[in-house]
């Protein structure tokens, strides 16, 4: 059993930072991080897998994520945000082999952290 606790969102003005932290109680090779706006479907933004991390198109060169596995921790680093990535972000652990964008394949998730950004 994993457990995952997000932290790190909060309110920010277009353009601003934000870094989410997802701490997590065991180690699984494949992490990510996942956006839900209301009214729209849940979709991956970034993940990682044994060091090599992908992002989504539409954060491409704005987000990072990347882990602390001493601190047990995956981080998503979040710079030049805009009001279309006002979202609950969340964090989501898969124990098998592979790691992909399709959430239904993560077997952990944590209870999610706000980001709200305005102009």
């Known amino acids: 059993q994993v457990q995952l606790v997000e932290s790190g969102g909060g309110s920010v003005q277009a353009y601003g930072s934000l870094r989410l932290s997802c701490e997590y109680t065991?180690?699984?090779?494949?992490m990510a991080w996942f956006r839900q706006a209301p009214g729209k479907q849940r979709e991956g933004v970034a993940r990682?897998?044994?060091?090599?991390?992908w992002t989504t198109d539409s954060v491409k060169g704005r987000f990072t994520i990347y882990r602390d596995n001493a601190k047990s921790i995956v981080y998503l680093q979040m710079n030049s945000l805009k009001p279309e990535d006002t979202a609950m972000y969340y964090c989501?652990?898969?124990?098998?082999?592979?790691?992909?964008?399709?959430?239904?394949?993560?077997?952990?998730w944590g209870q999610g952290t706000q980001v709200t950004v305005s102009l």
């Open positions: 990682i897998d044994r060091g090599v991390a």
């Open positions: 989501a652990a898969r124990s098998g082999a592979g790691c992909s964008w399709i959430d239904s394949t993560y077997d952990y």
């Open positions: 065991a180690y699984t090779s494949c």
